[in-house]
């Protein structure tokens, strides 16, 4: 079965798009493309592959699941498309960052320019029925995304994880810290940032760590 992914993960993640569980999931991600509204629109289900290679790979921020609103969703965790009012996580984001590195917050919650630069903006489950938040839960994403963190965590060193709240803590629980940063915060959201996203300096921190292995700092 071919699936369409950067070339670069097509390669490492070849075994897991043979598993029976990724057939059925293929399966029922197109059932509901067809018979519902579904977001990310079906050619950005990849996005963050398609925008951040494997060998670029340099920092992993995990998020949940996709916007379920219209016209949010890009494929990006915690990304919206442009001219789309950003959505309060990520305006909180933008707040951390403005009060850890001084940087304005954009116009835009657009966060392409973060993936080209080797951050994997990757949700748990990277497709969602429109208005229903969690209705592609636990139909196999979970399971291909673990796989993807898995092998960046094997294959990769020097390799900052940046993992908020409860549930991207646990799904990142087996990463290597001897060989990879890993950050750990409560949620953005605004019913969590005020217990420890506010004031974390993940994004100073996370660039420090970089060039003290001899990598490019993102420009956040």
Same mark, same amino acid.
């Given at each position: ?7 670069? %993960? ?18 029922f991600v197109r059932d509901e493309y067809a ?11 990849? =996005? ?25 969703? =890009? ?9 789309? !009012? ?26 392409? !320019? ?9 949700? *748990? ?6 208005? =229903? ?7 196999? %994403? ?21 993992? %908020? ?12 810290? !001897? ?5 750990? *915060? ?19 921190? *996370? ?8 990598k490019e700092p993102v420009d956040w």
């Open positions: 079965m071919h699936v369409k992914i950067e070339e670069s %993960w097509q390669n490492i993640l070849q075994d897991e798009f043979e598993k029976p569980y990724f057939k059925e999931l293929v399966s018979t519902q509204k579904v977001y990310p629109s079906g050619n950005q289900i990849f =996005n963050a592959f398609e925008m951040c290679p494997f060998d670029k790979v340099k920092v992993v921020i995990l998020g949940q699941d996709p916007y379920h609103g219209p016209n949010q969703a =890009n494929g990006l965790a915690f990304s919206v498309s442009d001219k789309v !009012r950003t959505p309060p996580s990520l305006l909180n984001i933008f707040k951390e960052i403005k009060s850890d590195l001084g940087k304005d917050i954009p116009a835009t919650g657009n966060l392409e !320019r973060w993936a080209t630069q080797g951050v994997l903006l990757l949700n *748990a489950t990277l497709t969602v029925r429109a208005g =229903n938040a969690g209705s592609h839960q636990r139909k196999g %994403w979970e399971e291909f995304t673990d796989a993807v963190v898995q092998k960046v965590n094997e294959l990769k060193e020097n390799v900052v994880f940046m993992l %908020w709240g409860a549930y991207a803590q646990k799904k990142g629980g087996f990463i290597d810290e !001897r060989k990879h940063l890993v950050l750990k *915060a409560a949620h953005p959201s605004p019913f969590a940032a005020d217990r420890g996203f506010f004031g974390s300096r993940h994004f100073s921190k *996370a660039n420090t760590y970089l060039q003290q292995h001899g």
